[in-house]
């Protein structure tokens, strides 16, 4: 929206960095209790090793990428709806600072 | 005193105290919002099982109020969103969406306690007509457009109702609810009418056209009462009707996808309400004790967590104006408080542990599995990740984290924060303390959620869709915010048939303008052809020779002659 540089304590690269590094810790540390873990499961696809894992992954990068497809069919511009096409965000924007 | 507010029905308090705000105005008014939730609650605690308020309606025998267990956890939960919501309003001073809200609870309450179907409709057509009001409260053109189709759509769902209820009591001449098959076309009536306020597939669009429209407070009643009306009379007509176990997976698996590339985040909201929902069908389809417990703990949760978020983005669209993800982003360092309790939304919405998803939404899937439907289950783990995905992660990120958009505003006020802050206590006590829930539950619950592979399991899934998250984002295949809007099934009804209408119009047009040419056009060709031969002189005008007339007769002659030999024969 502006030029100005970010600041903030959750943009400094050095926090994003350490925020990765644990999520990707953590990760991990899933993964391989899965194999320490003995799960108890009702179908034969859990005892795939970290099951829930691959899903999850494999699942949200396929919702993402249809989702960004259907975009090409389903898109239109903000105004597509109004009759009268008189209204923006910006006009429409009521803000309150009390 | 107790006698006297158990002479009258519980939802009545409602409608005194909408009645009593057309003459009060100020703090005593904001007052009223919140004392009425709180003073009709605590009656509702001293109010037995059983059938009350019998009265009697064209020969048919009705009953007002029908308390046991299932109907008052709805009433619980929603005298808890009528005091959360209150809370949360208490700043406004607009009169008519103060009235609205408690009028539209009342009716909610009157609803989920209505004994018989007249009774019930009587309430459904009362929750279409007080809602519409906070729809309108905007005041915008379209608000005011999205106001009417909701009210349209809400009043065709009463009709059916109506006229479903009435072919059901002319053939079984009973006016109770009760299990239904879908056998006849009164049940069909009556579970088509349910489903739009419950947001079927393709009956759904009501709730994403109309909710995101409605101001900051006033979306917080909406996604509280309507679909979970819907919901509490699905369980108590339809339970373990296979068809709704297909229906709710298709609710929860296709919102996420709109969920992902939709920029409103309160449109956002309002998808993964209906994915949400899908769970809750499910559940009622698979039909056990079980499985109902777990839709209907999932409704309660459902109505504190999404609650919680559409605050926090009321809280957000009252400071910026808008909550438009395109333009948002940074929001953390000027709203942390807003930001810290919508995470907890956000992780009670995806089911971490210790958060109130966690408890109901596995009984569900549990039950699922059990039953054998092992695709289902698949399906709503695939929904489970996906909501994740799009209101676990999005929301806040896009909101209050993302690129700094450099807004700066001020936190949330204090009545805001306060009633937020309510909502996620009660996520994560009820999280972490389920049993405080399940002893709420319509039948008895013997389940605990927390053991090694639930807990486990449930991490591994959630870590790594946000790790999905992280990598399509650092690959740049994350879907950019837009400005736009997306085509879904409202579609049909703003786009298509205004289209297929002002065709027919211009075929029966052209039609008509034709039809008008052509008969101008004979009658004017024929006028001019009688005029050419009745000119002087002319074949019809001048004198012919008397030997013409004899030919011409004897002509005429021979030709009757002959027609009437070929008769003969």
Known sequence: MNNHKPS??????????????IFYALCVLLVLADFIVHRHIL???????????????VACVILVLIASQMRKFLMRDEQYYDTDSSESITEKAEVNHD | MTELFLSFPPFLLFYIGAFALVFLRGAVASAVTIFIPVLSFVVLLYWPHGEFFNYSLMGMDLVLVKIDKLSLLF??????????????????????????????????????FAGDWISLFIFWELLALTSVFLIWASRTPSSYQSGMRYLVVQVLSGVLL??????????????????????????????IAIGIKCGFPFLHSWITDA????????TVFLCALTTKVAVYALARNFAGEELLITIGLVMACFPIFYAVIENDLRRVLAYSMINQIGFMVCGIGIGTEMAINGAVAHAFNDVIFKGLLMMSMGAV????????????????????????????????????????????????????????????????????????HHAGIKIPFFAFFAHDSGLSVKEAPINMVVAMGIGASLCILIGSYPSILYSLLPF???????????????????????????????????????????????????????????????VVEKGYTLVIRLTSYT???????LARYSEPQSLLARGWAIHFMLIALMLMMIIVLLFNYLRQI
């Open chain 2, 317 to 388: 669209l009252y400071r910026v104006g808008h909550v438009n993800g395109s333009h948002l982003g940074g929001l953390y360092k000027s709203m942390p408080k807003t930001t810290v309790l919508c995470i907890v939304g956000a992780a009670s919405i995806s089911a971490f542990p210790l958060f109130s998803g966690f408890v109901s939404k596995s009984i569900i899937m549990l039950e699922m599995l059990e039953a054998g439907h092992t695709v289902g289950w698949l399906l709503l783990l695939f929904a489970a990740a996906g909501v994740f």
């Open chain 2, 162 to 191: 109506f006229a479903g209820a009435l072919l059901l009591i002319h053939q079984t001449g009973s006016v109770e609810q009760g299990v239904l098959e879908l056998n006849s076309l009164s049940a069909w009536l009556i579970f």
């Open chain 2, 211 to 218: 909710y995101p429209e409605s101001t900051p407070t006033g």
């Open chain 1, 8 to 21: 903030g304590f959750f943009y400094q690269p050095n926090t994003i960095r350490w925020i990765l590094r």
């Open chain 2, 444 to 506: 008895p619950m013997d389940y605990s959620p927390y053991d090694v592979t639930h807990v486990l399991t449930q991490l591994q899934l959630l870590f790594f869709s946000a790790l999905a998250f992280v990598w399509l984002n650092m690959k740049g295949l994350y879907p950019p915010e837009l400005p736009s809007v997306n085509i879904d099934a409202d579609w049909l009804y703003r786009r298509l048939a205004p289209a297929v209408i002002v065709w027919i119009k211009e």
């Open chain 2, 523 to 529: 009658t004017s060709a024929g006028i001019k052809w």
């Open chain 1, 43 to 57: 179908t034969n696809i859990e005892k795939i090793p970290a099951f829930y894992a691959l899903y999850g992954f």
């Open chain 2, 75 to 112: 009433a619980y939960l929603f005298h808890l969103a009528a005091l959360i919501g209150g809370i949360y309003a208490l700043h406004v001073k607009d009169k008519v969406q103060q009235i609205a809200s408690l009028a539209y609870v009342g009716s909610g309450i009157g609803a989920v």
